[in-house]
T-cell receptor
Framework: QKEVEQNSGPLSVPEGAIASLNCTYS??????FFWYRQYSGKSPELIMS????GDKEDGRFTAQLNKASQYVSLLIRDSQPSDSATYLC??????????????FGSGTQLTVLP | SQTIHQWPATLVQPVGSPLSLECTVE??????LYWYRQAAGRGLQLLFY??????ISSEVPQNLSASRPQDRQFILSSKKLLLSDSGFYLC????????????FGPGTRLTVT
């Protein structure tokens, strides 16, 4: 079982729709959760971080965390073609030997159709 | 504000040649520093991380090595490159201490021929 799992996609949504990206993780003691956006050929860019159960909103982005079910999701409202990218979920896990390390999922490719 | 630099941006090297990639961070002190590799169409693989000058932890056995000669400088090296070393090399930093966000540099795309 992968430590951090994401659907690889591709996920296609029409412009203006809500895009929903999901991520599950295996280590129950994970404390910190992050979403990164990576455009083709570019480096990952941090877009959201979440540390406690519930929702966290930032503009058109909402991160949702459910530690009991071990999943974290990212909702993108009013999706734009410029949101087309690969979205990486990252989880901090003490099991990796250091609280400073992150484990990344393999990413979900999102395409927003005009 | 903090910025992270990597160079070179792209590199084409023959098998068996040496490698040196450099990463520097500005605007922060005592950062944690990381080297990742991303193979084409794959996720991020942590190679090395450092919590201070001269302190390097390796995550995977390989023919690469890392050094941190200064607080905000992180270097990735190899004495002899393999074809399998091709990929997108990313340096990242985070604030010292507990679980924190990591911020990535622009990356170096390495092709070993």
């Amino acid at each position: 079982q992968k430590e951090v799992e994401q659907n690889s996609g591709p996920l296609s949504v029409p412009e203006g729709a809500i895009a929903s990206l999901n991520c599950t993780y295996s280590d129950r003691v994970s404390q910190s959760f992050f979403w990164y956006r990576q455009y083709s050929g570019k480096s990952p860019e941090l877009i959201m971080s979440i540390y406690s159960n519930g929702d966290k909103e930032d503009g058109r982005f909402t991160a949702q965390l459910n530690k009991a079910s071990q999943y974290v999701s990212l909702l993108i409202r009013d999706s734009q073609p410029s949101d087309s990218a690969t979205y990486l979920c990252a989880v901090n896990s003490a099991r990796l030997g250091s609280a400073r390390q992150l484990t990344f999922g393999s990413g979900t490719q999102l395409t927003v159709l005009p | 504000s903090q910025t992270i630099h990597q160079w070179p941006a792209t590199l084409v090297q023959p098998v068996g040649s040496p490698l040196s990639l450099e990463c520097t961070v500005e605007g922060t002190s005592n950062p944690n520093l990381y080297w990742y590799r991303q193979a084409a169409g794959r996720g991020l693989q942590l190679l090395f991380y450092s919590v201070g000058i001269g302190q390097i932890s390796s995550e995977v056995p390989q023919n690469l090595s890392a050094s941190r000669p200064q607080d905000r400088q992180f270097i990735l090296s190899s004495k002899k490159l393999l074809l399998s070393d091709s990929g997108f090399y990313l340096c990242a930093w985070s604030a010292g201490g507990g679980p924190r966000e990591q911020y990535f540099g622009p990356g170096t795309r390495l092709t070993v021929t």
